[in-house]
């Protein structure tokens, strides 16, 4: 096992932090930490063509912690790639698995700031594809605009080397940093990911609509799909339909599932989407 490296920063954060820090270092090697999936759904067909992989951790006493909580303090200690390599492996195991049991699914992984700076990520990644003896075109990689910005050079490197493999790239939370698609365009990314604070006001404010239905169109024009994150209502799915976005993921349609509900949760979206189309 891997020995943390506290930068310094984090040295002076409070006790509670650093008591976390080392229970998560525990909660991984007893299996603490578990993946939800998240459908999907491609508005052309309404078919659930692949999920979310997204992290928990199950704390003894606290019950279940969000990522949110948890991966800010770990991003620059080696407690990170050490998750990373740990959500890769059972996102990809759960990947074969469904493939086994004649489900397709597209996987998608978030990756972590300091992950996008790994030298050793693209080989770690190609390792475990073929471990798991998934098809890299499979797995989909979701980076934020923050991370590709931190260090254009290095995380550029990194996504060439990805892609070269065949893994799906994808920006996340796209909308809320400050690049342009101008500026993704030179990078090999597949997919967009548009944040969900335009999508949940998408109804209410005429800029948010605008934002969603120009973004939707340059990404076409620069052959990006464009997901949609934070679908809470039929009517933004209608609304996304009609701007043709490609897919839309969110409470409306199911929030995180377990792995053993997934197979369920996605008979009921698509005959619930067949019966209202
Ligand atoms: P994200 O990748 O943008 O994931 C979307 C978040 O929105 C998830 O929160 C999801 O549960 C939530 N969400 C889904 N549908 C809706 C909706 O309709 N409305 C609203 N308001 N929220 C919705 P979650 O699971 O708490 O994850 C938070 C963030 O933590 C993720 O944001 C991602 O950046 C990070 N994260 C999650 N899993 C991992 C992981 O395995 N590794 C790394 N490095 N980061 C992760
Ligand atoms: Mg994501
Ligand atoms: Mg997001």
New binding site residues.
Partial sequence: AGVMRFSDDLKQEDPRTLLLLNELRDALAAGQLQ?QY?PKVRLHDLRVFGV????RWQHPVNGTV???DF?PLIERTQLMSE??RH?LGMALEQCAAWERAGMALSMA????TC?LLDPMLPSDVRRQLALAKVPPNRLAL?I?ESAAMSDPGASMRTLRALSASGVQLSI??YGTGYSSLAYLQDMPVEEL?LD?SFI?NLLQFEASAAIVSSTIRLARKLRMRVVA????DADTMVALRKMHCFAV????LS??VDAVALPGVILEIERRLRSAA
């Fill in positions: 993946l998240q979310e992989a997204l992290l969000s990522p949110a991966i998750v990373t959500v992984v978030n990756l972590s992950s979701e934020t996340d939370d990911k969900k949940v994150e934070g679908v809470e993921q969110g409470y409306w929030p995180p």
